[in-house]
């Protein structure tokens, strides 16, 4: 079997999650225009240096979903966030701090490392590049409200850096965050991870893949002030039995046998 960072992230967040979308078959409907538009919005960065048009890379890629029906956070319109998209290419582009010598190959690479349990683990990097000179693993990431940069280096502390950082071997990792907000903003945090985090990352991940595999998956309920995760979790309906939440937010992979919704029927 193969693994991924957010398999194992899912797992440790809730492993009953886990469970209702990598061995029942339920996944998320594609319905919150901030998920689409930072995919979208990704394949116009790499299309900024591939030396294309990124704004009609955007334009192309965003166009589909203006007749979706997708749910807008805030005051975030079709218009509005690729008006903001547009304008954080220029930024991008204007700064001039990220280069990426070979975009052809140096964007979204696949890596792949055996764990002890004989499985495969892999994970995709948004690019190899450099920011500011220094190379570095890069990531991108679309939000509409600013990453915490104090104290310095506090991106070391992100998992998913860390897990880019034990999957290339290299040391020197860095957000690229695209602000969307009134005045648009990129953010550029660089880490360094040691090598006793990408050590514990490995732990981490042979610890987890061995209770996956061990069949336990065990709900890690969270309805308790000021914490309720449980209250935006797309699966939230299958923990409850309510088929009417289920239908709202997820659909069935084809071909998983559909007895567990059957189960759903009062």
């Known amino acids: 079997m193969t693994y991924s960072y957010t398999q194992i992230s899912q797992y440790l967040t809730c492993p009953r999650k886990y469970r209702h979308r990598y061995l029942d078959g339920w996944q998320e409907r594609d319905t919150r225009a901030a998920m689409l538009f930072g995919r979208a919005f990704e394949r116009a960065v790499a299309a900024l240096f591939r030396r294309e048009d990124p704004a009609a890379v955007l334009f192309e890629q965003w166009t589909p979903c203006k007749e979706m029906g997708l749910s807008y ?4 319109t079709w218009d509005r966030m690729l008006q903001q998209g547009i304008q954080l290419l220029e930024r991008l582009a204007q700064d001039g701090r990220v280069r990426i010598p070979q975009p052809s190959t140096h964007q979204q690479i696949q890596f792949t490392r055996r764990v002890k349990s004989g499985n495969s683990f892999v994970a995709y990097v948004d690019a190899i590049g450099e920011l500011d000179g220094t190379p570095c693993v890069l990531e991108w990431k679309t939000t509409s409200a600013r990453y915490p940069d104090e104290p310095e280096g506090i991106s070391a502390l992100d998992p998913q850096l860390v897990c880019y950082s034990w999957m290339t071997g290299m040391d020197e990792v860095a957000q690229v965050v695209f602000v969307r907000k009134r005045l648009v903003e990129v953010q550029y945090l660089r880490a360094t ?3 006793e985090q990408r050590h514990e990352f490995a732990t981490l991940v042979d610890d987890t893949v061995r209770r996956i595999e061990s069949g336990l998956f065990l709900p890690h309920s969270g ?19 309510k088929r009417e939440l289920v239908e709202a937010a997820l659909v069935r992979k084809p071909g998983v046998d559909l007895g567990l919704f059957d189960e759903l029927v009062y």
């Open 73 to 76: 956070s805030g005051n975030d």
């Open 193 to 195: 991870i040691t090598e």
């Open 223 to 241: 309805i308790r002030f000021p914490q309720n995760p449980c209250t935006t979790c797309p699966f939230i309906g299958l923990c409850l039995d």
